[in-house]
C-alpha cells in the first residue's frame, strides 16, 4: 500500500491504527508493506517512531481497558512501513515508487488534499503504475471531499477516468465503515417483519440526525470555504438515506447494492432553498464550557456567511415512499454527539383505551442509533401498571456494546480490507457521488445567490430556530437532542 499523505494526520490517527487491528487479526498477507510518500523533511525511523507513539496512544484509549498493544504484531508492521520523500508534481517521484512497488499488488491511498487527487492519478498513469496485469491489480482509493459542487465532481470523476477503470477507483465515505451503518441493510433486508413495514402506508416520515459538539478545530481554513452542506450532506447523510431508502438489491454484489442506491438518489424530487435552512453557530455553552462564536474561531473571516448547520427536507418520488418527508439536520456545536436516523410510524387509526384519544398515542418510533450510543430503540406504547387503563411511552432497546463483546471498529478496518480483497460495496461509485451531489446543488447555488438568510443559533443548543419551523410547517417537530 503506498500511502501519498504517508507523514500526514490521517494515516497517524485512522489508517495506521486500522491496519494494525487488520495485523492483529491475521488478515494482512505475510508479504503486505506500506510505502508512505510525503513532502516533508524526514527519514522511515523518524517516521516509524512517530507512528509508534500515535499508536500507543491508540491502543490507550480503546474502549476495553484491559487492551494493551500486541507489540509482535505492531513491530511486524512497523518494520513493513518506509518512507519516500517526494513532492507529488514530481515524475522522480513515481519513478522511485515504480522502483520499489514492482509487478506486484497496489493499492494507492490518496490520504491528500482534494486539490492533489488528479496530478497524483495522472501521474501515476504517465508512470505506467496504473497498469493491472496478471501480477497484480491497482487499485486507488479517493478519500472525500470529492468535488466542491456537482460540475466539479463530475470533472474530477473524468479525471480520474481518463487513467484508471471505474473498478480500480475506492472512493471512500468513512460512514459507511461504520458498524451501524452496515448494519441498516442487515436490519432491513435479514428480518422478516421490518421490510413490509418499510413504506409509504405504515411509515409518517424520518429523520436523519448529525449532531456534533465539535467545532471547526483546526480545520478554520478548509471549513470556511466548505460549510456543513458541502462537508455531511452529499456525502455522509445523502449514504444513510440511501441505505434506509433503497430497494433491497438482487444480492450484496457491489454493483447490485450500488445501482440500487443511485436509484433511490435519483428519485429525491429536485430541491429548492426553501426547502432548506441554514445556521451558524454564535457564542454559547456546552456542557459548562464557554464556546466562541464562528466567527471568532481562527482562520474565519469576521463576516464569515459560512453555515455550520443545515436542515432540509426531502421527498422521494417512488411508489415506495411518495409523500412520505425525509427531514435531515446536520451541525457543529450542538447540544450533544449524535448521529441517529427515526423512522416515525404513522399513528393506530383509532384508541381502544378509555382517556387516551388517537392524537395522545405515542407515535412509534424506531430509532437507528449510530453514534456514540450504536443500536437500534423502538418506542411504542403499553399500558400503565395500575387498575386505571391508560396507556404510556415504553422503549425497547437493543445496543451494540451489550450484546457484543468487542467495540466497534474505527471503520477504516472494513474499507481497507475491503479495498484490499477487491470488495467495492462500501465505497461510492461515480454515478452514488454525482447524485449527491445533485440533490444539494439547487440549494447551494440559491445560497450562492443570497437566498435564505444565515441563521444564528447559540453554541449548545439544537440548532436556530427556523429549523424547528422547517418542521413545524407539516405540523412535526423534531426528536429532541437527548443522551
Ligand atoms: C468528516 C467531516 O467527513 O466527518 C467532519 O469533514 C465531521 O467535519 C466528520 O466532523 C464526522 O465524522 P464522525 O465519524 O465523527 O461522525
Redesign the pocket.
Known sequence: MVIFGGGGDLTRRLLIPAIYNLTCAGLLNPDFAIVAVDWAEMDTEHLRAQLEITIRQFVAQRRATAVTLQEDEWNWLCQRVSYVRGSFDDPATYQRLGEICGAGNCVFYLAVAARFFGTIVSQLDAAKLTAETDMGYRRVVVE??FGSDLGSARALNTKLLASLNESQIYRI???LG?ETVQNILALRFSNGFFEPLWNRQNIDHVQIT?A?T?G?EK?GR??EG?G?MR??VP??IMQLLAMVAMEAPASFDADAVRDEKTKVLAAIHETTHRDAVRGQYDAGTIAGRPIPGYREEPDIAPDSETETFVAMKLNIDNWRWAGVPFYLRTG?RLTL?K?EIAVHFKQAPYALFRDTPVEKLTPNIMVLQ??PSEGVTMQFSAKLPGPVVKLGGVRMKFDYADWFQEGPST?YETLIYDCLIGDATLFQRADNVEMGWRVVQPILDAWQAGQGEVCQYAAGRPGPAQADELLARDGRHWLRLTA
Open positions: 472525500k471531499p465515505d468513512h460512514y461504520k448529525a456534533e465539535v471547526v480545520r478548509f471549513y466548505t456543513a462537508d455531511m456525502n455522509h457543529k454527539r448521529t449510530i453514534q471503520g
